[in-house]
């Protein structure tokens, strides 16, 4: 652990005992969702599953007993609001993550604005819906978590990533002044920024994705990350840090270096 980090409180409450509290993750069908949600049940929590995929929800439920799947489609406002009042009618909510998630790969002369506007109603919109129906909630209570899942491809731009990019940019800064608004009411914000994870997300990529972690692998490391009370959790940290010192560095060597490298 940094030494920083020993010195200062940490920047929300810290989430390591999860036995008794109810988990909910949109976008958890499959890979890092789906790994999340299965070591948080591990660790006694009860879960909550969402996605559009019934069957592998059910899966996820049989596997897991005492969770419990809730089918949504995230870009349905009035279904997230729904899904969120059914489960508030059931108890508080101590940990919401936003999961859910759409790439395809884009550049600048193939694109295709229907897929880019799919890219915003998954990855940013249905972000927004989820916090307008649980937020309330939260902030009447005083207590509670929020997650999003963002991607160190917002950090700055990049190859390929011109659908995906700007909306994953869009959560980091919403996290970021979500934390803001909320830190004082008792509610812990948090960001997660993976990097290359293999999942069906990632599958169709065609180049060599560095440092390519397992979904169980990621789950480990957003776990370790929330009971540590970070607020961005990144890993793996190898290639993380490296994304991390590209934002710092002056535009003319920012283009030169990564188009030499990946384009
Ligand atoms: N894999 C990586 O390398 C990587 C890196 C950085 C960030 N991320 C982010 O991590 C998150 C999870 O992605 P993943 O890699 O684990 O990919 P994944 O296995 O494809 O998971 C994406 C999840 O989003 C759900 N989803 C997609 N559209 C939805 C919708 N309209 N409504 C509800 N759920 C929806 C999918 O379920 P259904 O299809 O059943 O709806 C699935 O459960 C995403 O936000 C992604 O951007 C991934």
Redesign the pocket.
């Known amino acids: 652990m940094p030494l920083l980090e020993l010195l200062l409180p940490p920047l929300n409450p810290p989430l390591s005992d999860w036995h008794g509290k109810t988990v909910w993750i949109?976008?958890?069908?499959?890979?890092?969702?789906?790994a999340t949600a299965s070591a948080l049940h591990a660790q006694g929590a009860h879960v909550v599953v969402?996605?559009?995929?019934a069957n592998?929800l059910d899966g996820f439920v049989t596997h897991h007993p005492g969770s419990q799947a809730l089918v949504?489609?995230?870009?349905d406002r009035q279904a997230v609001h729904a899904a969120a009042a059914h489960l508030l009618r059931q108890g508080p909510l101590d940990c919401v993550v936003y999961?859910?998630?759409?790439?395809r790969a884009m550049r600048a002369n193939a694109l295709d604005v229907p897929d880019m506007e799919r890219h915003v109603t998954?990855?940013y919109l249905?972000a927004l819906y989820l916090l307008d129906a649980v937020l309330p909630a939260l902030l009447a209570r005083g207590a509670g978590h929020i997650s999003l899942?963002?991607?160190?491809?917002g950090y700055r731009g990049l190859p390929n990533s011109l659908a995906y990019g700007p909306t994953?940019a869009a959560l980091i800064n919403l996290a970021e002044t979500l934390y803001l608004d909320l830190h004082d009411k008792g509610i812990g914000v948090s960001l997660i920024n993976?990097?290359?994870?293999q999942?069906?997300?990632?599958a169709r990529n065609d180049f060599a994705m560095p440092a390519l972690l397992t979904?169980r692998q990621a789950a480990t490391a957003i776990l370790a990350g929330w009971a540590r009370g970070r607020f961005e959790i990144h890993f793996p940290k190898r290639f993380t840090l490296w994304l991390k010192a590209l934002r710092i560095l002056p535009n003319r060597l920012f283009f030169q270096l990564v188009r030499r490298v990946a384009l």
Do not use: E, M, W
């Open positions: 949109v976008g958890a069908s499959s890979g890092i969702g789906q969402s996605a559009r995929q592998l949504l489609d995230a870009t999961c859910a998630g759409h790439y998954v990855n249905g899942v963002g991607s160190v491809a994953k993976p990097g290359f994870v999942t069906p997300l990632t979904p």
